[in-house]
């Protein structure tokens, strides 16, 4: 790793450190011991960064990539090239102020990011993941011999970049915002009543505030400059201020495609789409941090142009959705005339929804199983739901579908599936 990757791992030990002490330790012991502490458990922390800096590294042995760590116990990670789907390229704060960044890999089954590696020089993040790709699939050409830089990266078509300001009014148009004023209010109104100037009742308070203003702001700093290139058969995404991100996710990865329209979008006509890879859905809990980000904010238009780009001959405003039976309004009052599902030549779509409306797009060719779930209302009104699963995650759920034309339905993807496997199997040989 580069030599500066201890003192960037020491920084951020010492906000956890200092994050760690809390509010009351600060009040207890004065600022002059609450420093010190600080400084003591940081230099501990940078201390051990350095050590595990020092016996920390990686290289590529044929198809594989592997990590070797630890001092009193070695450990080594041997990573298959060939299940790699995706690779990211992320720069903290202090890793763009000194020039640095973090290679992190997805690859599939993986319950969490594999092998981060951090911190490298930029130049060299950017060759390793061309050559890492290159290994697991791309054109051989695209791999440097060990010791020589890497060819320029071709920078790819552009397909779409995001306006700042749609991003800035897409997170005005949700719920946490409209309640923000009275989130506000209300922090201020409990601090007024306490009636309490003292140090814990001013950090409580801006607290609680932060609190409520974070989510908004963190999506908007998240997205910020969204960009979306291909190159070739890869999907190039850019985007965020204080951390940037540069996903490499090649197109014959995506197992989903996500299209969501919140309530208070749909009057702008505006949509937000996500993909599905292999590995992504079990990493990252916290939805804003999962790299799986297609399009943040956009029209219909801009929606159906992306999509046609990973899926190549889906229309959104074409898939064949029908909805379920007229009895499943017991089940569905209101969100019945939402919900719809149908096969189009070569994908399965699958809409639910009320208040916001999605729409799940699979290929057949990375469905991995299909299911017929009955609960017991279902069964006494002759309904049933229909589940098409990727490796990905979720996949696409039928719901609440004619008993009979669930199973004809979990049939026919099942025949599509198969098929669609032997004629990408057959491409790819």
């Keep these: 790793m580069h030599p500066l990757s201890p003192a960037l791992h020491g920084a951020k030990s010492l906000v956890v450190v200092i994050a760690g002490l809390s509010w009351s330790t600060l009040s207890r012991v ?25 016996n920390t590294g990686y290289h590529i042995v044929g198809r594989e990539l592997r990590v070797h760590e630890g001092l009193i116990w070695r450990r080594t990670r041997a990573i298959p090239l060939e299940r790699l789907q995706a690779v990211e390229v992320v720069r903290p704060l202090l890793a763009q102020l000194t020039g640095l960044a973090e ?10 990011t594999e092998a981060p590696l951090a911190y490298l020089g930029v130049a060299e993040a950017a060759a390793l993941r061309q050559r890492l790709l290159a290994v697991a699939g791309r054109a051989p050409a695209a791999v440097a011999p060990a010791g020589q830089a890497a060819a320029p990266a071709v920078t790819g078509r552009r ?5 700042n300001a749609d991003l800035l009014v897409s997170q005005l148009l949700t719920p946490q915002a409209f309640l923000l004023p009275f989130g506000v209010a209300f922090v201020v109104a409990q601090f007024l009543s306490e009636g309490s100037w ?12 932060a609190g409520v203003l974070l989510q908004p702001v963190r999506r908007v700093l998240d ?3 969204f960009r979306l290139d291909r190159d070739d058969d890869t999907l190039r995404i850019r985007n965020g201020l204080l951390e940037t991100r ?13 299209v969501t329209w919140p309530l208070l979008w749909r009057m702008k006509g505006w949509l937000r789409l ?14 804003r941090n999962r790299p799986d980000r297609l399009l943040p904010v956009g029209d219909l238009r801009t929606g159906e142009l992306v999509v046609a780009e990973v899926l190549p001959g889906v229309r959104l405003t074409a898939l064949p959705l029908t909805r379920p039976p007229r009895r499943a309004r017991w ?10 599902a149908g096969l189009d030549d070569r994908v399965f779509a699958a809409r639910s929804g009320l208040l916001t409306r999605q729409l799940a797009i699979v290929p057949y060719a990375r469905i991995q199983s299909v299911r017929v779930t009955q609960g017991p209302a279902q069964r006494r009104l002759r309904l049933a739901t229909v589940h098409a699963d990727t490796a990905g995650g979720a996949g696409a759920t039928a719901h609440d579908r004619d008993a009979a034309e669930a199973w004809e339905l979990a049939a026919e993807l099942t025949a599509r599936a198969h098929a669609a496997r032997r004629a990408d199997g057959d491409r790819r040989a």
């Design 30 to 54: 004065g600022f002059g011991w609450f420093a010190a502490m600080a400084g003591v458990l940081a230099l501990g922390a940078t201390v051990l960064a350095v050590i595990s800096w020092y």
């Design 103 to 112: 290679l992190r890999l997805e690859v599939v089954g993986g319950g969490k």
């Design 159 to 163: 397909l779409h970049t995001v306006r």
């Design 198 to 209: 003292s140090f814990i009742a001013v950090a409580s308070t801006l607290t609680a505030m």
């Design 223 to 225: 997205d910020w400059a």
């Design 246 to 258: 540069a996903q490499t996710v090649p197109l014959h990865r995506v197992q989903t495609v996500g």
């Design 274 to 287: 996500r993909l599905e890879v292999a590995g992504y859905s079990a990493a990252e809990p916290d939805d």
């Design 331 to 340: 089940l569905r009052p209101l969100s019945r005339s939402a919900v719809g």
